[in-house]
């Protein structure tokens, strides 16, 4: 079920050009109100993701709006042609989101990009750490009111805690001066683990010190908000800060992906696969590396063309994903060659693995363009013994292939 807008505004073409560009620019149903009755009617009968709401309605010229859909526990965003500076400060001391000018087509597409942030802010987690329960609250209210889930402790120790448990957090919301581990040390050591990439700092301070700021960002804070602040600043840098992080790990992936497949490329699996090695050699810990290759996949390509072949490697890919641990690492290093690290299996189980997968594979059906049923086979070098480096084993794993090929193809041939 689609999620539901609600637009209030008594200015019918203004509405009908706001719901028109929801409509056509996200995917979410719009209902439309010129009053407050009309919106009331609307409340009653549905629950809404987001509300926008006029300040200014014939039957209710004084906000009464607002306070109607806030009662209710409705999220809000104001529309209002008052420009008084006092008047959108009393308006912003409520639980709204934003207070949005209704000057032109600009602010129209300020809306429609508020709404698309604050619907990817459902998929982040921020944790605030304060030692003042008031203000961790209040921060804890801004930023649920904002779509955020948030995570709310005290000092610095606790903090480091739920990061251990919580690895999916975005953003940590940090006060410098706390007992126990201060704002600074607790970046310092977050920074220690995790990279800009990973997750975004930012520090809320009283401290006067001019150099404070400096001395934050030098240790990896993005950015540093001085109390007292605005919710519009506050909200303001919030957003940035979140959607700098997805532009960057948006980059990150598409370095690291291959375009066809979605899996990791050969450049991924060396920069991470390498790390694993060394440590499971020095710790004993048994582990496979594989390549997989289609059998005949020239012949693929000359017989139903490159996109059937395109659609025979991305079969294989799923397949291949579907088939491993989450801890694994499956990436496509060129054509239709594969190379997969098996974690912390015995060659038993790593055989036991990669001969389900031939099976998978070779009771697979891949369409071509023209609707004709195609199946194909792989062949398997795995290498299970491993000495020197990450290199010399996928060289193993790669002549093992060779072998296989060499052998009749449709195999596995392990050192």
């Known amino acids: 079920m689609k999620k539901r807008i609600l637009v209030v505004e008594d200015n019918k073409t203004l509405a009908k050009l706001i719901a028109k560009k929801i409509s056509v620019e996200l995917d979410f149903e719009v209902d439309v109100a010129y009053s407050l009755q009309e919106a009331k009617l609307f409340l009653k009968r549905y629950k809404y993701f987001l509300n926008l709401l006029d300040l200014n309605l014939p039957d209710a010229p004084n906000g009464e709006i607002v306070d109607y859909a806030l009662k209710l526990e409705n999220r809000v965003i104001v529309l209002s042609g008052n420009i008084d500076k006092d008047f959108r400060k009393a308006i912003l001391k409520k639980n709204i989101i934003d207070y949005v000018n209704k000057s032109g087509v600009n602010d129209v597409n300020y809306i429609i990009q508020t709404i698309k942030r604050v619907e990817k802010n459902n998929n982040h987690t921020v944790l605030v750490i304060d030692d003042s329960m008031v203000f961790r609250?209040?921060?804890?209210?801004?930023?649920?009111?904002?779509?955020?889930?948030v995570i709310a402790v005290a000092h610095g120790e606790e903090a480091l805690g739920i990061l251990n448990t919580n690895p999916n957090i975005?953003?940590?919301?940090?006060?410098?001066?706390?007992?126990?581990m201060n704002g600074l040390e607790l970046t310092t050591e977050i920074r220690k683990?995790?990279?800009?990439?990973?997750l975004a700092i930012i520090v809320i301070s009283s401290d006067k010190d001019e150099d404070t700021?400096?001395?934050?960002?030098?240790?990896?804070?993005?950015?540093?908000?001085?109390?007292?602040?605005?919710?519009?600043?506050?909200?303001?840098?919030?957003?940035?800060?979140?959607?700098?992080?997805?532009?960057?790990?948006e980059i990150t992936?598409?370095?690291?992906?291959?375009?066809?497949?979605?899996?990791?490329?050969?450049?991924?699996?060396?920069?991470?696969?390498s790390k694993y090695f060394e440590d499971a050699m020095s710790n004993s810990e048994p582990f496979a590396i594989a390549m997989i290759d289609i059998d005949h996949f020239k012949k693929i390509n000359d017989t139903y063309g490159h996109d059937t072949g395109d659609k025979a490697i991305v079969d294989l890919a799923d397949i291949l994903r579907s088939s491993v641990s989450s801890d694994d690492i499956v990436a496509r290093f060129n054509g239709e060659e594969f190379c997969v690290l098996l974690k912390n299996v015995s060659t038993q189980k790593a055989l036991k693995i990669l001969e389900k997968i031939k099976e998978n594979v070779g009771r697979h059906v891949t369409l071509s363009e023209k609707n004709e049923e195609i199946k194909f086979s792989v062949s398997i070098g795995v290498a299970t013994t491993h000495d020197e480096d990450l290199n010399?084993?996928?060289?193993?794993?790669?002549?093992?292939?060779?072998?296989a090929k060499q052998n009749g193809r449709n195999q596995i041939v392990v050192n």
């Open 392 to 403: 010399a084993s996928v060289n193993e794993a790669d002549m093992m292939l060779y072998n």
């Open 253 to 273: 992936n598409h370095t690291n992906r291959d375009f066809l497949t979605g899996l990791y490329n050969r450049r991924y699996f060396f920069a991470n696969a």
């Open 193 to 198: 683990t995790y990279t800009k990439t990973d």
């Open 137 to 149: 609250k209040q921060m804890q209210s801004m930023l649920e009111n904002m779509f955020f889930r």
């Open 170 to 180: 975005s953003l940590v919301l940090t006060d410098y001066h706390m007992p126990v």
């Open 213 to 249: 700021t400096a001395l934050f960002l030098k240790n990896g804070a993005n950015d540093y908000i001085k109390k007292p602040f605005s919710k519009e600043e506050f909200s303001c840098r919030i957003n940035n800060s979140i959607e700098a992080l997805e532009n960057i790990q």
